[in-house]
């Protein structure tokens, strides 16, 4: 008797232990849904800020204010990414052009269009790129035998 109310204690304390771990994690999960949430509805602007800094407009107040939001983001955890020269991944990444180039050994990022966003591992906006693959510029057209066919004359021949 005595040791099957032990059980059912222990049983219930186990239970109990694991609403407690589940409640906890459901709470962060909530709370980085959420801050996923406000921090891209703020990439407008930070992009705006951004652009405004590549002209040279960025001075003054407006410059103390970008800097506030930009470190409070950052505070949040918001980080950005994307670099040229960055090798080309589909889960990161979304390529808005593409080329084919000789400088190149593999699909890589050449231009940056729009920098990309991330919250711990949590992706908020993924790199908008310019995508380059090897090979040549352009390419002339060819026949089976892989050589160029050559115009038809006047007369058809």
């Known amino acids: 008797m005595l040791a099957e109310r032990t059980a059912d204690l222990q049983r219930l304390q186990a239970e109990y232990a694991n609403y407690r ?14 801050l996923a949430s406000v921090l ?13 800094r590549e002209h040279g407009e960025l001075s003054g107040g407006f410059k103390s204010v970008a800097d506030s939001l930009e470190a409070v983001a950052a505070k949040l955890g918001l980080t950005t990414y994307g670099e040229n020269g960055d090798p080309f991944d589909p889960t ?3 390529a808005l052009m593409h080329e084919y180039s000789g400088d190149v050994f593999e699909p890589t990022c050449v231009r940056i269009l729009q920098p990309g966003y991330k919250v711990g591992d949590r992706i908020i906006r993924p790199a908008r790129v310019a ?13 089976d035998s892989g050589e160029a066919e050559p115009a038809a004359g006047p007369d058809g021949t």
């Open 21 to 34: 771990k589940r409640v906890e994690r459901d709470r962060r999960a909530v709370r980085e849904q959420a």
């Open 40 to 52: 891209s509805e703020l990439l407008p602007v930070l992009d705006d800020i951004g652009r405004a």
């Open 92 to 94: 990161l990444h979304e």
């Open 131 to 143: 995508v380059a693959e090897p090979g040549d510029d352009v390419a002339p057209a060819a026949d």
